[in-house]
């Protein structure tokens, strides 16, 4: 028997035309008591990164949105092979507990 197909999450949203779609290659996250900041933005040889979009949300909507990237990134390993990340990246990003 087949699996049950989902709807893709856009079959789902309500998005009014003219929703601004972004690329992005850079993020960096503030965290406070009550909110938390991301700064979305692409990255640019010899200069700061360019912020395209800045997002704000609950630390708890902050958790939802973690478990549900890693819930995706987990089935595109398991559906195409492991994504490798440089060992530095790991130390850059003081995400040593990661390799």
């Known amino acids: 028997m087949a699996a049950m197909q989902r709807k893709r999450p856009e079959e ?4 009014p035309e003219g929703t601004p779609e972004v690329y992005i290659d ?8 009550y909110g938390c900041t ?3 933005g692409t990255l ?7 912020v395209k979009v800045i997002v704000k949300m609950s630390p708890p909507m902050a958790k939802v949105m ?5 819930k995706h990134v987990r089935q595109y390993e398991q559906d ?3 994504i490798n990340l440089p060992k ?9 507990e990661h390799i």
Request: aromatic content about 6%; cysteine-free; hydrophobic content about 40%.
């Open 12 to 15: 789902e949203l309500e998005i």
């Open 26 to 33: 850079s993020l960096n996250v503030g965290t406070q008591l």
């Open 38 to 40: 991301m700064w979305l």
């Open 44 to 50: 640019r040889q010899g200069q700061p990164p360019l």
């Open 66 to 70: 973690t478990l549900i990237l890693s």
């Open 80 to 82: 195409t092979g492991a």
């Open 88 to 96: 530095d990246l790991y130390h850059h990003l003081g995400l040593e």
